[in-house]
C-alpha cells in the first residue's frame, strides 16, 4: 500500500509546534528555559518599578529617565518578537524548494517498515525504529528521534488509517 502527497511550509510550521510541545512535556516546568524567562521577566519588572520610583523622587530627571524608558520598551518588544523571528527564519533557511521535505514524497507501508521516497532519495525505517506517534488535525508524525519525524498529511493517508493505526499500536501511547 502506497500513497503520494506533498507537504508545505505550514506542515513545517506544524512539525515545529509538535516538536516544541514533546519538548515542554518531557522538560517539565521548572526546566533551565523556564526559569531563565521568569528571572528576565523578573529582571524587567525591577527594572520598571526602579524607574517609576526615581521618576517620582527626581522629576527633574524626567528626559534623561524618558530615554532610558523607550530603550527598555524597545529592549521588552524586541525580546518578545526574538522567538517568532527565529522560527520564521527557521523555516526560511531549512526548506529548501526542491528539498526532500517540500517535494513530493511517496509513502509505502508493509508489515516490517515505512519506506518514504522522494526525488532526493529514499528512507525505510523499521516499524521497530519509530520511537514514539504524535498526530494533530493535519498530519500523523512518526518520531525516529527526539526532533526528526516522518511527516504523513492525514488526508493522504486516510485509505491506509487501519494499517497505520495497527503498524504503530506498539507506540502509540509513548508520544
Known amino acids: 500500500m502506497s500513497t503520494t502527497f506533498t507537504l508545505t511550509v505550514a506542515d513545517f510550521a506544524r512539525l515545529q509546534k509538535v516538536v516544541a510541545r514533546r519538548f515542554r512535556s518531557r522538560a517539565g516546568l521548572f526546566s533551565l528555559q523556564f526559569v531563565l524567562r521568569v ?59 526542491n528539498g526532500a521535505f517540500l517535494s513530493p514524497q511517496t509513502v509505502s507501508m508493509s508489515a516490517t517498515s515505512v519506506r518514504i521516497s522522494s526525488s532526493t532519495g529514499t528512507t525505510e525505517v523499521p516499524w521497530s525504529g519509530v520511537l514514539s506517534r504524535a498526530e494533530d488535525d493535519a498530519n500523523y508524525y512518526l518520531f525516529i528521534d527526539a526532533m526528526q519525524a516522518l511527516v504523513l498529511p492525514r488526508a493522504a493517508m486516510a485509505p491506509f488509517v487501519v494499517q497505520l493505526e495497527q503498524y504503530t499500536a506498539h507506540i502509540k501511547n509513548t508520544a
Open 39 to 97: 528571572i528576565v521577566w523578573l529582571c524587567i519588572g525591577l527594572a520598571g518599578a526602579t524607574y517609576a520610583r526615581v521618576m517620582r523622587e527626581y522629576p527633574e530627571l524626567s528626559q534623561p529617565l524618558g530615554t532610558v524608558a523607550v530603550l527598555l520598551v524597545i529592549a521588552i518588544l524586541a525580546i518578545v518578537a526574538t522567538p517568532f523571528v527565529a522560527q520564521g527564519s527557521l523555516r526560511k533557511f531549512m526548506l529548501a524548494p
